[in-house]
């Protein structure tokens, strides 16, 4: 429910992983996020998504654009799995074409959600996701 414009989610002990090579849609992501008190992170492609998740720093969750140059989502997300094989990961595409959310989910991503972002659909996931990992 939103209360004077802002989520009932609380987010605040969360570090989650904005993989997005298009900056403006990374902008819009983070703001939304702020608002639910989430820590994020920003990763502008996918090598660096793996580089990250290589490293000891502690995420909850990964938002994974799919279309990326160099490293695209998919395999950005099959790397990670291999090196985090708990990390939840949801991808992110604008691609809606009805077998992307089996390929999306066959790489190893543990949800699939269509842009544009659907908030409310989000933060909904994302606390489902968190409850599963207590």
């Known amino acids: 429910m939103a209360v004077g414009g802002k989520y009932d989610f609380d987010f605040s002990d969360k570090v989650v992983?904005?993989?997005e090579d298009?900056?403006?849609?990374?902008?819009?992501?983070?703001?939304?996020?702020?608002?639910v008190k989430t820590n994020v992170v920003h990763a502008p492609n996918g090598l660096r998504a793996?580089?990250?998740c290589a490293s000891d720093t502690h995420f909850d969750l990964v938002l994974m654009d799919m279309q990326m140059p160099e490293v695209d989502g998919l395999e950005a997300t099959r790397k990670i799995k291999l090196i985090r094989p708990e990390l939840p990961?949801?991808?992110?595409?604008?691609n809606?074409?009805?077998?992307?959310?089996?390929?999306c989910m066959e790489a190893g991503c543990?949800?699939?959600?269509s842009k544009p972002l659907q908030f409310r659909k989000l933060f909904e996931m994302m606390q489902s996701i968190f409850d599963r990992q207590a």
Do not use: G, H, P, R
């Not at 543990?110 to 959600?113: E, I, S, T, V």
């Open 17 to 19: 992983l904005v993989v």
């Open 22 to 35: 298009n900056q403006i849609s990374f902008k819009l992501i983070n703001a939304v996020l702020k608002q």
């Open 50 to 52: 793996i580089e990250f």
């Open 89 to 94: 990961i949801v991808a992110t595409t604008a």
């Open 96 to 103: 809606t074409y009805d077998e992307t959310s089996t390929v």
């Open 110 to 113: 543990d949800a699939f959600l």
